[in-house]
């Protein structure tokens, strides 16, 4: 190896590099028989990732059957119709249209997209997809024709998946006092705890530390616990609430789960077109934890993205340019393979109870705006309502499927010298009666701002504030089959800005959230006595539990930093349990699923309520008395440990009596003997002078 010459040592008339040495150069290889346990991917996973691969190109292509035979300036046509319809799965780097000496094209072509996963998008979407009554696409990766051309003769079994028990995960529902559980955020966000509504007080069943980094939620059946941190969601459940499964989305920040908790939609803002492959939207198996589709996120974000039939079997989307699609589960496909085009497309709702879509369009010049309700998977249009003059919709389904209002903002048109002018708003309520023929719509008419709706979730009654901010009213009507709305009931100047139904109906409170400091009435519809009231000060959140027998306010450190508590009301607006907790931030209610009863059954067991109240009362009062004398015998425990603790400590001063005198040469435990005398000391504490005027 060269040697080469230390500067130090250098003639100073020697003329720099070529005379210079450094001496020895180091040897950079690894010893022999060296093994390297660091590979490449850890390394730099980064540069790795985009390492090209043999497959590369190959993976990235689909061949398309199925395309129309044209020829000429058609041709331009067909590639234009072609590009619209592939482009939104990715980048279309390549495109080849075989053709025939005449210059026709052969009925297939070969499109190569910027990555695997755009390729295989766009062959799950588009595969059978219908162009016309006369052509239909047959859609396949290119490097599949090696795969089914080398199929084994012999066919492998696959390998059974080994069985994992989750344990009963509706062992809640087991309680023999059919007490709800609730879940509390406190501390900040710090620790999560979950408790069991027991009568008396509340009985903990789970606290953990760093629980979730934001906040939860339950699935809608209550079999689930969500918890939310940086690289995903984690679903808890089970007696002892284990991990049942986690979904990998970084920067997760909103989830939704479908209706019967099949599927779970996870959705991360920090994705929104980063890169090409959809990764903001992504649709997972809420058991299994499989991904099954991704999508890209409009622009601006809206959530919820997706809305779900109550089924499971559909989820659809509205975009920016008007266009509605619904896809079918577990294919995750469009349906039917194309969406519904529809001008003006405002807004749209599920009914909650079957698979019929509703949506609202905007006025467009001499076409009125319309409410259209149209039925899933067959697309007919089963109600058609016209409106004039509006300004917006909201569509309100009640809970049971029964009915839907269609709030609508109006403008009020005065005619002046044969101009017409707009003055103000006005609201109109058109109310579908969906279980009847023919679906007639009622109307009803409020030319107040309207400030709150809501449906009673069981029943046909439904309650509206309006009115002016200073002078508010509280109005309820109620439906019936035939008859259109009646006013059952008109409270006049209400502290009240939301109402809250129990979630079985007839009772209901009216609330003054926020700065109406938190005053609650507790009504009961059925003949509209006012049970009681009170005023949880500043209070931010009311949540019924799922039974409708108790509800809880709360004041919520997210929102407020003072008098964090929660209070626990029955649904008669007693207080039952005030509880101060250290920045309490959240209390949601553990959902129970529909009731297996019949309704038959639910007859029964009204007929038979106040015998069913004696034994239940019975019941309670036994609990209250255990509970006394728990609560006795613990005190007594408590105070005969302190006891056998004091005595165990003055007999050890006793038996150290004769060591202390010895060391400290007299007896201090006797404070009255000759060894001691009493001094008392003066000083002086203050002095005051007084001027004293005649």
């Not at 649904?571 to 949601?588: A, D, M, N, P, Y």
Request: glycine fraction near 6%.
């Amino acid at each position: 190896m060269a040697r080469k010459k230390n500067p130090d040592e250098m003639s100073e008339g020697s003329d720099g590099e070529e005379s210079m040495d450094y001496g020895e150069e180091p040897d950079f290889n690894d010893p022999e028989g060296y093994e390297d346990e660091i590979d490449d991917e850890e390394l730099m996973p980064e540069i790795m990732k985009s390492m090209p691969k043999e497959s590369d190109g190959v993976d990235s292509v689909i061949v398309v059957d199925g395309v129309p035979v044209v020829a000429g300036e058609r041709v331009e046509k067909l590639k234009n119709v072609i590009r619209k319809i592939y482009s939104k799965f990715g980048k279309l780097v390549n495109e080849h249209y075989p053709c025939t000496d005449d210059g026709s094209t052969k009925g297939y072509i070969f499109l190569e997209f910027s990555n695997h996963a755009n390729a295989v998008e766009a062959v799950k979407s588009t595969n059978n997809y219908k162009l016309d009554k006369l052509h239909t696409f047959m859609v396949n990766l290119f490097s599949d024709f090696d795969k089914y051309g080398n199929i084994p003769d012999e066919w492998e079994s696959p390998l059974p998946q080994e069985y994992k028990d989750q344990g009963n995960l509706r062992s809640w529902l087991l309680d023999a006092d059919a007490a709800d559980q609730f879940s509390v955020i406190h501390k900040g966000g710090e620790e999560v705890s979950v408790f069991n509504n027991n009568n008396p007080d509340p009985v903990e069943i789970q606290t953990r530390p760093r629980w979730t980094e934001t906040y939860v939620k339950w699935s809608p059946l209550g079999t689930y616990l969500a918890t939310f941190h940086t690289r995903g969601i984690a679903l808890w459940g089970g007696d002892d609430f284990h991990q049942i499964s986690k979904f990998s989305h970084p920067g997760v920040q909103f989830i939704e789960f479908s209706p019967c908790e099949k599927y779970l939609v996870t959705f991360s803002p920090s994705s929104v077109n980063v890169t090409e492959d959809p990764s903001a939207i992504i649709i997972w198996d809420s058991r299994t934890g499989a991904k099954k589709r991704a999508f890209h996120s409009e622009n601006p974000p809206v959530w919820p993205v997706f809305k779900w039939s109550s089924d499971d079997k559909y989820f659809a989307r509205m975009t920016q340019d008007s266009t509605l699609s619904v896809y079918e589960t577990p294919s995750f496909g469009l349906l039917d393979k194309k969406s519904i085009k529809v001008e003006g497309l405002k807004g749209f709702s599920w009914s909650p109870k079957d698979n019929i879509l509703a949506y609202w369009v905007a006025e467009d010049k001499d076409v009125p705006a319309r409410v259209v309700l149209m039925e899933i998977p067959s697309r007919k249009e089963l109600r058609v309502k016209n409106l004039f003059n509006v300004a917006d919709c909201k569509m309100h389904w009640q809970k049971s499927g029964d009915y839907l209002c269609v709030k609508v903002d109006r403008y009020k048109k005065i005619l002046e010298n044969k101009d017409i002018k707009y003055a103000g708003m006005y609201y109109n309520f058109e109310i579908f009666h969906m279980g009847e023929k023919q679906i007639p719509v009622d109307t009803v008419k409020i030319e107040e701002s309207v400030h709150a709706f809501s449906w009673e979730p069981v029943g046909s009654k439904f309650a509206v504030i309006h009115g002016d901010s200073q002078s508010l009213s509280v109005s309820f009507y109620g439906l019936k089959k035939g008859q259109g709305p009646e006013v059952l009931k008109k409270y006049e100047r209400k502290t009240a800005n939301h109402i809250f139904w129990s979630p079985t109906g007839q009772f209901c409170i009216l609330a003054g959230l926020r700065s109406m400091n938190g005053v609650l009435e507790f009504i009961d519809t059925s003949d509209f006595t006012s049970m009681g009231g009170g005023e949880h000060f500043m209070c931010t959140d009311v949540e019924w539990d799922p039974t409708g027998r108790y509800v809880m306010t709360g004041v919520s450190w997210w929102g407020h930093k003072v008098d964090n508590a929660y209070w626990l009301w029955n649904f008669q607006g007693k207080i039952l349990k005030r509880s101060t907790v250290e920045k309490f931030c959240q209390l949601v209610w553990r959902p129970r699923p529909t009731s297996l009863l019949a309704r038959e059954q639910f007859k029964d067991i009204k007929k038979n309520l106040k015998k069913y109240s004696d034994q239940f009362n019975a019941k309670d009062k036994m609990r209250q008395s255990r509970a006394s004398k728990e609560l006795i015998a613990k005190r007594r425990t408590i105070a005969d440990a302190f006891n056998n603790w004091r005595d165990q400590k003055v007999r050890e001063y006793e038996e150290s009596r004769d060591k202390r005198v010895e060391l400290r040469g007299v007896d201090t435990d006797d404070h009255e003997g000759e060894a001691f005398e009493e001094e008392t000391v003066e000083f002086l504490v203050k002095e005051e002078s007084t001027i004293l005027q005649d």
